[in-house]
């Protein structure tokens, strides 16, 4: 561990912990007024001391929407003097998220990624090679500092260059790889062509987007990694926000600093451990964007007790998926990650895959797009597809390479078509 003391606390003590931070949370938005410190005058909260952690199912929720009506900077808690560095979105789905941080709110992230590189096992003297995306996007420069932070060596690659990649790993023998899912299983296959053998790689680090159990077996069966997910979203800090530890048994949140509950996506009411709900995040000790119950839209089940690693920290499951990337299709919700179970669970498939919801006519249709490894199992696929998800959806088997691979970003696992130009080739 990282730092053993926070990660392995009691459950009493670290309730008295988050009790006194949440205190200071509540007071920090009274005096800073803007639209999270009106909400909680009008909930009648008049200082910290007015709430305790079984009362804060009770206060208001913030949202994504409520970071856009303050952008760029309409939500800081700081004098603006006092942001040192601005990360957000890609703003994929719109202008971007943008989150402003205080040199103690980059120092804090630093010590949440180093936490990360310890849950992986990885040592002072490991070699992280980084391929996650620089920028804007919290994913490279937070396992970067992580691993400053943690005394390891760093090999800033970021995406792209998958040759380069290669070789970087064979050279520089690195033992941990961070980057997307999507990209590590592109990285396998690239070590496979190039016929090189990575005997000092034994962790990854893999996030930013939902994945599967299934995909974490394609993932070990390409490359020599023990598969972990990290999770985070840049609005709560960004990655480190809670981790796999060598058991794979749920992802730890760093709670001591990330209060976490789980809610029921339609009615925000709490949900029961081991029920799936949407994640919400307070984040007490955060400085220049401090948020209260702030809805992340992804769907995670939460489980406690202690782990046979020894840290005593809640843990969260996979995400199932994410509340804005469901697909309804005929009346049937969806999560693509469901569709990543059924395929790669058949073991009839590449682990490449895409869906098309076709929008071209008032009956959508969802298409699946995907390789197979050796003969035609279309009609396997659409029977268990429509088995686990209740919906027949049309499977599309196209020759091998068809299917976009992830080089640079996060993979786009879901298009839509509108028009008659097909988005892959080979869709009719």
């Known amino acids: 561990m990282f730092d053993p003391r926070a990660e392995a606390m009691s459950v009493d003590e670290r309730a008295a912990l988050q009790r006194h931070r949440l205190w200071g949370l509540v007071d920090r938005l009274l005096a800073a007024g803007g639209v999270q410190g009106a909400r909680l005058k009008e909930a009648g909260v008049g200082g910290g001391s007015d709430v305790t952690l079984a009362q804060l199912r009770n206060l208001p929720f913030t949202t994504k929407q409520d970071l856009w009506d303050g952008y760029p900077f309409g939500m800081l808690a ?183 509950e789980a809610v029921d996506p339609s009615t925000g009411d709490p949900v029961e451990d081991g029920t799936p709900g949407e994640l919400v995040f307070s984040t007490p000790t955060k400085q220049a964007l401090p948020l209260l119950r702030y809805r992340t839209g992804d769907i995670a089940s939460l489980a406690r007790g202690e782990c046979p690693c020894g840290r005593t920290l809640v843990r969260m499951s996979k995400v199932l998926g994410r509340t804005d990337d469901m697909i309804v299709v005929r009346g049937v919700n969806v999560y693509p990650s469901e569709v990543e179970r059924v395929l790669l669970g058949s073991g009839l498939v590449r682990p490449h895959y895409q869906l098309v919801v076709d ?70």
């Open 359 to 428: 929008r071209r006519s008032p009956a959508v249709r969802l298409l699946v797009a995907c390789e197979a490894l050796s003969g035609d199992p279309k009609d396997r696929l659409v029977h268990a597809l429509h088995e686990t998800l209740g919906l027949t959806a049309e499977v599309f088997v196209l020759p091998e390479g068809t299917v976009p691979r992830v080089e640079v970003g996060k993979a786009v696992r879901v298009v839509t078509w509108e028009d008659g130009r097909p988005p892959i080739p080979g869709l009719d």
């Open 78 to 260: 700081v004098p603006q003097d006092q942001v040192a560095a601005v990360h957000g979105s890609s703003g994929t789905r719109g202008r971007p998220t943008l989150v402003a941080y205080t040199r103690a709110d980059l120092d804090l992230w630093a010590a949440m990624c180093a936490r990360s590189l310890s849950c992986a096992g990885a040592s002072p003297g490991s070699i992280v090679h980084n391929a996650y995306g620089y920028g804007l996007f919290t994913g490279g420069i937070g396992i970067h500092q992580g691993a400053v932070a943690f005394g390891a060596t760093v090999v800033p690659v970021s995406g792209g260059m998958t040759d380069r990649q290669v070789r970087l790993l064979a050279d520089l023998r690195a033992d941990v790889l961070a980057c997307t899912p999507a990209y590590a299983l592109r990285l396998g296959e690239a070590v496979a062509e190039a016929g090189v053998e990575l005997p000092a790689l034994k962790a990854g680090l893999f996030g930013a987007e939902p994945w599967s159990e299934e995909l974490r077996a394609a993932i070990e069966d390409v490359l020599p990694v023990k598969a972990m997910d990290i999770y985070g979203l840049s609005e709560v800090i960004g990655p480190g926000v809670a981790t796999e530890c060598l058991e794979q048994d749920g992802l730890h949140v760093n709670e001591d600093h990330f209060i976490v």
